[in-house]
T-cell receptor, first 116, second 113 residues
Framework: DSGVTQTPKHLITATGQRVTLRCSPR?????VYWYQQSLDQGLQFLIQYYNGEERAKGNILERFSAQQFPDLHSELNLSSLELGDSALYFCASSVATQRGYTDTQYFGPGTRLTVL | GENVEQHPSTLSVQEGDSAVIKCTYS??????FPWYKQELGKGPQLIIDIRSNVGEKKDQRIAVTLNKTAKHFSLHITETQPEDSAVYFCAAIIIQGAQKLVFGQGTRLTINP
């Protein structure tokens, strides 16, 4: 158990809908990262937050957005869902992001999203 | 560029034998290289990582080697056991712009009893 929690574990929804995935980082971790894992694309970095502020952006679609709250938990919002958005979504956390030093990322168990 | 290539995509070894997985990266400024193990239905679990100030790191049956000149790094698992069966991912930190981890495509390792 990495200490990172994610809810829900599974989510089934229809095309065009909007969903919210939730992540709680390990105690003391300030950075949260979101990843998408699909069969054809592997693990893709979406976005990172550090202490409430967006720090880095990856291949995140405009239909997707995220935020990190004062208690450091994070939510990933996916809207106008398409069939191709079906994937595993992982959250990871790390202690802090000092410029020039890369902290170890610890992954949660993931949310499996199925869009029908 | 932002690219991490991982080989092989599948690997089958006899229990007790060694397994080697290799990765190459494109960003010469990369300085952090973690390896993750992912079991079915679970999230990736860090098993070992290496930073560019060292060439090799060992943790019991697992070792990672790094060749910065050639821009490649490898995972070595010795005395393999059935519980080593999983998908293994290498990753490299990409420094261009904002830092982010880029993952290889994964290696499905099967240990045959």
């Amino acid at each position: 158990d990495s200490g990172v929690t994610q809810t829900p574990k599974h989510l089934i929804t229809a095309t065009g809908q909007r969903v919210t995935l939730r992540c709680s980082p390990r105690s003391g971790d300030l950075s949260v990262y979101w990843y998408q894992q699909s069969l054809d694309q592997g693990l893709q970095f979406l976005i990172q937050y550090y202490n409430g502020e967006e720090r880095a952006k990856g291949n995140i679609l405009e239909r997707f957005s995220a935020q990190q709250f004062p208690d450091l938990h994070s939510e990933l919002n996916l809207s106008s869902l398409e069939l191709g958005d079906s994937a595993l979504y992982f959250c990871a956390s790390s202690v802090a992001t000092q410029r020039g030093y890369t902290d170890t990322q610890y992954f949660g168990p993931g949310t499996r999203l199925t869009v029908l | 560029g932002e690219n991490v290539e991982q080989h092989p995509s599948t690997l089958s070894v006899q229990e007790g034998d060694s397994a080697v997985i290799k990765c190459t990266y494109s960003d010469s400024a990369s300085n952090y290289f973690p390896w993750y193990k992912q079991e079915l239905g679970k999230g990736p679990q860090l098993i070992i990582d290496i930073r560019s100030n060292v060439g090799e790191k060992k943790d019991q049956r697992i070792a990672v080697t790094l060749n910065k000149t050639a821009k490649h790094f490898s995972l070595h698992i010795t005395e393999t056991q059935p519980e080593d069966s999983a998908v293994y991912f290498c990753a490299a930190i990409i420094i261009q712009g904002a830092q982010k981890l880029v993952f290889g495509q994964g290696t499905r390792l099967t240990i045959n009893p």
